[in-house]
Structures are given as structure tokens and as C-alpha cells.
């Protein structure tokens, strides 16, 4: 008999949003670490936000959401921790710090220098990982914060508020998840190509857009992310969604990241 086909999925996920700010924000290395960061550049700091202590801490920010999205114990094999703006502290990478919190310890490593794209790259790695058979639950933690520490030598989005969301990804019967990334500059030709694979999908599919991608006409059942949130917007609606009411068929999760070009999505079957 063939074997029985096992794919991994977003089984559930929480998120929260974080106010003030953290000890490691006035830690004396922070400033050190940007200031040659951006010195072949020669961009500014911002020497308001280090003297103040503005921006917050990834690994304290999701440790709390760890304990949330995994209240049973239940163990991990890897954990990815996503991110589009800097974390606060340099020196200690954070993704190494929830893998000692996360129960399991599971390998763990971050994704970061893809913009939003970053977090389906995540979960793209989590779904190849689990191809191997070494990886029977997946943590993908997804973070961002308010505070730049430097002048951008262009305009950048910075988030609204500190914000992480945490995804379960665990293996079940059927299909898997499926991620999709391609190049796509033009922000038309993104949402074009997001609904015509929501049709695909068939009746009774959901579409969930981040806030960029959510504009003119869209069909009946579809949710857009509020703005001011352009790494976790859309994360953070697939968690009030998986906890607000069972999935009823296929769902799409759609992002892009205009300054890169970069179109990904997400189907949970």
C-alpha cells in the first residue's frame, strides 16, 4: 500500500502588539554595533532614539507568545525566528535565546535582509525541512519594531508599534502548505496574480492581503490587514482568523514588498 501523504501546516498561531520599550535598548553595545553598521554608508544616527531607549527586544517580545501558541508543552524540532527591521540587541542573537524557552530546544536560526518577503521564506524552509523527516512541528516566530536607529538613506515603512506573532506549523494528513515567491515589481500585477490563484482555489477559498496589496475591487470573503504594519499586518489577521472560527476550505495568504519586488504567498489547504 502507498504510504499515507503527511504535509505541514499553520495549525494556529497569537499574536500581540508591545508597548515602551526594553533594558537592551540602552545598552551601550547597541549604538556601537549601528554606528558601524552604517559608517561605509555614511548615514546619521538617530541619537534621540539611543539616548531614549526607544525599540524593543524579539526574544522578550515572542517568549510570552511561546507560551501562549504551545500551552500543552508540546515539543518543537525547529524554530525560525523572521524579521524585517533590526532587533535591539545585536550581540545575542534571539533566535538562539526563544529555542532555550521553546519546549524541545529545536534547532533554530533567523531569516532576515528580504523585507516582507522574510516571513514566507520562513515558512517556505519550515515545509523543506519537513520533507527531510526531520521536522514533525515547526515554530515560526515573525517580529517587528518601531524604532530605527539610523537615517534610511531612502524613505522606509517602519511599523506603527512593536508587534510579533507566532505560527505553529504541524504535520497532519494531506496535503501540506504550499509557498509561492516570485519576482513582481509592479503592485498591479501583484494583486492580478494574487486573485487569479484565489479563483483557482475554488469557491468557498479565503484571501487575506497585506495592507499594500489591498486595494480597488476585491472579492467577497476577502480580508485586508490594517496599515501600519507592513511585516506582521497580515500575520496577525491569519492569527484572529485560525482563532475566531474553524477553516471552511482553502485559505491564501498574500504579501508584497514594493521597495523589493518581491510577491509571496501562502496556500493552507
Same mark, same amino acid.
Given at each position: 500500500?502507498?504510504?499515507?501523504?503527511?504535509?505541514?501546516?499553520?495549525?494556529?498561531?497569537?499574536?500581540?502588539?508591545?508597548?515602551?520599550?526594553?533594558?537592551?535598548?540602552?545598552?551601550?553595545?547597541?549604538?556601537?554595533?549601528?554606528?558601524?553598521?552604517?559608517?561605509?554608508?555614511?548615514?546619521?544616527?538617530?541619537?534621540?532614539?539611543?539616548?531614549?531607549?526607544?525599540?524593543? @527586544?524579539? %526574544?522578550?517580545?515572542?517568549?510570552?507568545? !511561546? /507560551?501562549?501558541?504551545?500551552?500543552? #508543552?508540546?515539543? +518543537?524540532? $525547529? &524554530?525560525?525566528?523572521?524579521?524585517?527591521?533590526?532587533?535591539?540587541?545585536?550581540?545575542?542573537?534571539?533566535?538562539?535565546?526563544?529555542?532555550?524557552?521553546?519546549?524541545?530546544?529545536?534547532?533554530?536560526?533567523?531569516?532576515?535582509?528580504?523585507?516582507?518577503?522574510?516571513?514566507?521564506?520562513?515558512?517556505?524552509?519550515?515545509?523543506?525541512?519537513?520533507?527531510?523527516?526531520?521536522?514533525?512541528?515547526?515554530?515560526?516566530?515573525?517580529?517587528?519594531?518601531?524604532?530605527?536607529?539610523?537615517?534610511?538613506?531612502?524613505?522606509?515603512?517602519?511599523?506603527?508599534?512593536?508587534?510579533?506573532?507566532?505560527?505553529?506549523?504541524?504535520?497532519?494528513?494531506?496535503?501540506?502548505?504550499?509557498?509561492?515567491?516570485?519576482?513582481?515589481? @509592479?503592485? %498591479?500585477?501583484?494583486?492580478?496574480?494574487? !486573485? /487569479?490563484?484565489?479563483?483557482?482555489? #475554488?469557491?468557498? +477559498?479565503? $484571501? &487575506?492581503?497585506?495592507?499594500?496589496?489591498?486595494?480597488?475591487?476585491?472579492?467577497?470573503?476577502?480580508?485586508?490587514?490594517?496599515?501600519?504594519?507592513?511585516?506582521?499586518?497580515?500575520?496577525?489577521?491569519?492569527?484572529?482568523?485560525?482563532?475566531?472560527?474553524?477553516?471552511?476550505?482553502?485559505?491564501?495568504?498574500?504579501?508584497?514588498?514594493?521597495?523589493?519586488?518581491?510577491?509571496?504567498?501562502?496556500?493552507?489547504?
Amino acid at each position: 500500500m502507498p504510504s499515507e501523504t503527511r504535509g505541514l501546516r499553520v495549525t494556529r498561531a497569537v499574536a500581540a502588539g508591545f508597548d515602551g520599550h526594553c533594558a537592551a535598548a540602552l545598552h551601550p553595545d547597541l549604538r556601537v554595533f549601528t554606528a558601524d553598521l552604517v559608517r561605509p554608508y555614511g548615514l546619521p544616527l538617530r541619537e534621540d532614539l539611543l539616548a531614549g531607549g526607544a525599540g524593543h @527586544d524579539y %526574544g522578550e517580545m515572542a517568549a510570552g507568545l !511561546l /507560551d501562549r501558541a504551545l500551552p500543552g #508543552g508540546e515539543p +518543537a524540532d $525547529l &524554530l525560525i525566528l523572521a524579521f524585517s527591521s533590526p532587533d535591539v540587541r545585536p550581540a545575542a542573537p534571539s533566535s538562539l535565546q526563544l529555542s532555550r524557552h521553546c519546549p524541545g530546544q529545536p534547532t533554530a536560526f533567523a531569516v532576515c535582509d528580504q523585507g516582507s518577503a522574510a516571513a514566507h521564506a520562513a515558512l517556505r524552509i519550515a515545509a523543506a525541512h519537513h520533507r527531510t523527516g526531520g521536522c514533525r512541528r515547526a515554530v515560526i516566530v515573525l517580529a517587528e519594531q518601531s524604532a530605527l536607529h539610523y537615517r534610511p538613506a531612502e524613505p522606509v515603512e517602519l511599523p506603527a508599534e512593536h508587534r510579533a506573532v507566532v505560527l505553529v506549523c504541524e504535520e497532519a494528513p494531506g496535503e501540506g502548505m504550499r509557498v509561492r515567491q516570485q519576482a513582481e515589481p @509592479d503592485g %498591479g500585477q501583484a494583486l492580478r496574480s494574487v !486573485l /487569479d490563484e484565489h479563483r483557482r482555489l #475554488g469557491p468557498g +477559498a479565503g $484571501l &487575506l492581503l497585506a495592507a499594500d496589496l489591498a486595494h480597488g475591487d476585491l472579492p467577497e470573503g476577502a480580508e485586508a490587514a490594517r496599515p501600519g504594519q507592513p511585516f506582521t499586518g497580515v500575520w496577525s489577521l491569519l492569527a484572529d482568523r485560525l482563532a475566531g472560527r474553524p477553516a471552511e476550505g482553502p485559505l491564501l495568504v498574500a504579501d508584497h514588498d514594493r521597495r523589493l519586488g518581491r510577491l509571496s504567498t501562502l496556500t493552507l489547504p
